[in-house]
């Protein structure tokens, strides 16, 4: 690819006259808080912030920026994990907001269908979903800041996918700026299109590498009547998947979330974010929260009762509460949300978001920690998540006292490779939702088949020759 230039100041003065001082800011202290990632690891800089306030806009940034050659890095609620969103630390590419394009173009319950613009946060679409009796269903607990364009170049998961599948089952259309600054329109809210490969699958994870997302056009399902969120402890994973499995024997459809959450998860909550109660009297090596939510004429507490109360008397599950109101519901979902946020404020710690075949989870989980503890005594691995999904968030904790920074520089690289070698030897994927981004490159680079790499770099090629959409990311370099 070609060389990338540094912008100057005849394109930062075009970019000034283009956007107006609302879309143009370059004031370092406004710029300073979107240039770190949530984990506060990566640090870039940047010129300025574009914030164009339409699609139209961005085409003429991209279009501006391809001529001079300068690199773009898009951002939306920058809550991404793996530092997709941060630009260089040398200052060689700008950083383009979405955060002004945030309307939604059209909404139909009829059509169960939304247009949205790239810079609405999830939770605003949650509201405007009710509001017509309908559902958007995807969710994670960076909704409040987490943008359509972020979650959908990321192909988010969250805590629903084990019912509804990931963004990419939830995506109709796509309208994106492409690299050399045309509009791809493919926003129509079809739900058969054959014609040849799918640009908007393409885009769809793409992690800001091929395009700038503008809009676009979601699923929507019914509105639920009701809801039941239990929690429930038990000793093993194998017993939660089991518990899984016998619930949706009952159930049918109706559990759409099944988190598993271990006692030193839950621990680090209860010791960090203010207000948490433990759910259980008593403390469980593992915990699940359940979500079953029911359709027309189906009561969801009662079926989970039910479900509960049997799994209690097999001895699979050892207690178990549900939740009698909202407020209550809400209370167990903020101990699974805030295990991200607890993480964050107890220190830094090795992340891990992994997938293996659903089955295999239990074993691995059992296998792998035990492995990496007893490889660096006093650290802890701390495993939790999206089980239904064989997608677990597997963190490793330094040993108490360490410096954790020091310690994650000292060992922090040999600790990932173990983990993401027995990832790839169980057939797994060392990125379950978070995306590649910086964070992961090395690694995926390092456990990735030829094949693979090569399509990912040809298309990469064919759609931004010049190599100006977030270079640096997600696609190895040759
Ligand atoms: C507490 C917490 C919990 C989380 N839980 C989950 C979870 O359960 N499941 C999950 O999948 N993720 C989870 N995440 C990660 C994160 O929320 C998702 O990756 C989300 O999709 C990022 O959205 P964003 O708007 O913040 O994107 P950003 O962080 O701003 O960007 C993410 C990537 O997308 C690119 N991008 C952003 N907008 C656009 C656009 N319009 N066009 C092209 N590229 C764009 C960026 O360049 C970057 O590569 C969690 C994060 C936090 C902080």
Avoid at 1 to 30: E, V, W, Y
Avoid at 102 to 131: K, M, P, Q, T
Avoid at 286 to 295: D, F, K, P, R, T
Avoid at 424 to 431: I, P, W, Y
Wanted: with cysteine.
């Amino acid at each position: 690819m070609a060389d990338l230039n540094f912008p100057d100041k005849q394109l930062l003065d075009k970019l000034a006259t283009l956007l107006g001082p609302q879309g143009f800011i370059a004031d370092r202290d406004l710029i300073a808080p979107w240039l770190v990632d949530w984990r506060d690891r990566y640090h870039g800089e940047s010129a300025a912030l574009l914030a164009p306030a339409d699609a139209a806009q961005t085409a003429a940034i991209v279009r501006l920026c391809a001529e001079a050659r300068v690199a773009l890095v898009p951002q939306g609620g920058n809550t991404g994990t793996v530092a997709g969103a941060t630009p260089a630390a040398d200052g060689s590419a700008l950083l383009l907001s979405t955060r002004r394009m945030n309307r939604l173009r059209a909404i139909s319950a009829d059509d169960n269908s939304v247009i949205a613009e790239a810079g609405v946060i999830l939770s605003d679409l949650h509201d405007a979903a009710a509001a017509i009796g309908r559902r958007f269903p995807l969710s994670l607990a960076a909704k409040g800041s987490a943008t359509i364009g972020g979650l959908v170049s990321t192909n988010a998961g969250g805590t629903q996918v084990l019912r509804f599948g990931p963004m990419r089952a939830l995506v109709l259309g796509i309208e994106a700026v492409l690299p050399d600054g045309s509009l791809f329109d493919g926003l129509a809210t079809l739900r058969k299109d054959n014609r040849g490969y799918d640009l908007r699958q393409l885009l769809t994870g793409a992690e800001g590498t091929l395009g700038v997302v503008t809009a676009a056009a979601l699923r929507l399902v019914p509105a639920i009547s009701g809801r039941a969120v239990a929690w429930a402890g038990l000793s093993s994973p194998r017993d939660a998947l089991t518990l899984l499995r016998r619930l949706e024997e009952r159930t049918g459809e109706a559990v759409e979330s099944f988190e598993l959450v271990p006692a030193n998860a839950l621990a680090l909550v209860l010791r960090n974010i203010p207000g948490t109660r433990p759910p259980l009297d008593a403390s469980h090596a593992w915990n699940v929260l359940i979500e079953a939510v029911g359709g027309r004429g189906a009561d969801p507490e009662a079926m989970l009762e039910q479900g509960l109360a049997a799994a209690i008397e097999d001895g699979l599950v050892q207690d178990a509460t549900i939740a009698s109101s909202e407020a209550q519901a809400e209370a167990l979902w903020t101990l699974r949300e805030s295990i991200s946020p607890a993480e964050k404020i107890d220190g830094h710690s090795l992340k891990h978001d992994i997938s293996v075949p659903v089955l295999d989870m239990p074993a691995f989980l059992d296998r792998e920690r035990d492995r990496l503890e007893a490889h660096f005594p006093g650290s802890r691995i701390i495993a939790f998540g999206h089980l239904g999904d064989g997608n677990i968030h597997f963190n490793l904790l330094p040993p108490p006292g360490e410096d954790r920074l020091a310690w994650i520089a000292r060992h922090g690289a040999e600790a990932s490779a173990m983990v993401h070698d027995r990832v790839a030897a169980a057939g797994g994927s060392l990125s379950a939702e978070h995306g590649i981004g910086q964070a992961k490159l090395a690694e995926f680079a390092r456990l990735t088949d030829q094949p693979r790499l090569h399509t990912l770099r040809a298309i990469k090629r064919a759609l931004d020759p010049l190599g100006i959409m977030n270079p640096g990311k997600l696609v190895p370099p040759e």
